[in-house]
């Protein structure tokens, strides 16, 4: 078996993944594979790792995710918007529509390609954002609301973005839950515009959070702070959050960065014999 | 004119290289293109960008290093060592011994392959290291002592490299000199090892600095601390450092981590035609 693979990397906003298109699904690629592919310095670097696999659940491809760290994840918006345009050049499927099948349930996805062929714009549907009760900040101050989007978040009110000590923030909020959080600090700026930094669970702080996005655009909605159209300004550029009956779709550019030849046997820590699955 | 380029990612110790083989020297190589592919989530990502040309001085080749924010360096330990892979496995010099030419003059590499072709040990002469006057440490109760190794270090002993907050420390050593300085935070850890953190100027902290390891050692051989043959841990893993009369040679595993193929239009910010020499 060889252990060559070539992938490619993306970004949408800054949110960075590598994506292998792998529709025979024989491609090893378990945890210890994302954590040396990921890793910023040792290997490609990345937010995380995708395999796109053959369409289940009547999708037409499935989205495997997993984070920098190995762990495999629910869904990302970001990182489903950088599937697509892998997807699309590879010729797995064909643009302007299609599904993707994800652990957190089936997602159309609009693509929409550009006049040049590395920087598209696409756009998902990203679910329902289901919102819990607001309780105290993980900072004196602060108030913050759960929100499930597929994936756990905690988008924290009340606080400046760009002033807040992020990762012990996130500490103290993640502490307070077994399974750990997606935190969001954000703060409205405008009527229809949100600025936020996120930490993301399993990686750290990244650039831009898709389902973290939604999920601020659906709290400042349910207190009346913005309408129904968010322009969500991330660290590494803006996205935009439609809020409606459905749910929320979220859309942004999604950029080509580079095509990755990588042996996984030379990738620090990555046995690929030795990988769980 | 095209904008695709062929490069090799490469690491020392976790300090990692993006390297273009361009002996014809045509490729577009200025500090924008090096920023868009330093960048570690709209870009490649690397401490830095080098490019391979052909020899100058009498050297077989020659380096051209630019730092992750466009700036040109003088010098890399790493990162020659890292070139001697890319330049090894792409044919344009033979091991077991060439010569390199750099803005702080031709160095001679020693290249060992290993028994995988992704595994090599390089080791290069780094030059005599010339140590200034000690003077008052960035932090009270520290002591730090200039090294110029080619490019400007300031060594700071009497402080715990993993407890130190290091970029306030570096931007407080920096503010005192107009170009800048590479900082390095160093102990003694027995009698011939040291560890240490540091951060360099124009990329900020780096898993391991080959010129920063040869001042550290240097520092604590003048002192009476260690004998000539000093393991200097870096946070990235560890290099080796002699210390002799003709100066000091480092040495250390480098290893290949993927093949990427970039499209400079699309890179964010990068924009070939503008950039400058």
């Known amino acids: 078996m060889t252990s060559t693979l070539t992938l490619t990397k993306h970004h949408g906003a800054g949110n960075d993944f590598v994506v292998l298109v792998d529709i025979g699904g024989d491609a090893p690629a378990g945890p210890a594979v994302a954590r040396a592919l990921c890793d910023r310095h040792r290997g490609v670097g990345a937010d995380g790792f ?35 345009q892998a997807a699309v050049l590879a010729g797995a499927v064909s643009p302007p529509a299609f599904t993707v099948a994800t652990a957190a349930g089936v997602r159309t996805v609009v693509y929409e390609p550009g006049e040049r062929p590395w920087l598209a714009r696409a756009s998902v549907d990203m679910g329902r954002p289901v919102l819990g009760t607001e309780e105290p900040g993980p900072l004196a101050g602060s108030r ?27 500490a103290v909020a993640s502490a307070r839950r077994p399974d750990g959080v997606n935190v969001e600090v954000a703060a409205v700026d405008g009527a229809d515009r949100l600025r936020m930094r996120v930490f993301e669970r399993g990686v750290g702080e990244t650039l831009a959070c898709g389902t973290g996005t939604c999920a601020a655009a659906a709290v400042a909605r349910a207190r009346g702070l913005v309408g129904p159209s968010v322009v969500v300004a991330n660290p590494g550029g803006d996205l935009d959050v439609e809020l ?20 996984l046997a030379a990738l620090a820590g990555c046995e690929p014999d030795d990988d769980e699955p």
Chains 1, 2 share one sequence.
């Open 50 to 84: 995708i395999r796109v696999l053959a369409g289940t659940d009547g999708a037409d491809v499935t989205m495997d995710l997993r984070n920098a760290d190995g762990s495999p994840a629910e869904m990302s918006g970001n990182g489903i918007r950088c599937l697509a």
């Open 144 to 170: 913050a609301v759960p929100v499930d989007m597929g994936n756990p978040h905690l988008v924290v009110l009340g606080l400046d973005p760009g002033a807040v000590d992020l990762p012990a923030l996130a």
């Open 244 to 263: 409606g009956e459905d749910g929320a779709r979220l859309a942004g550019p999604t950029a080509v960065v580079a095509t990755v030849v990588v042996d």
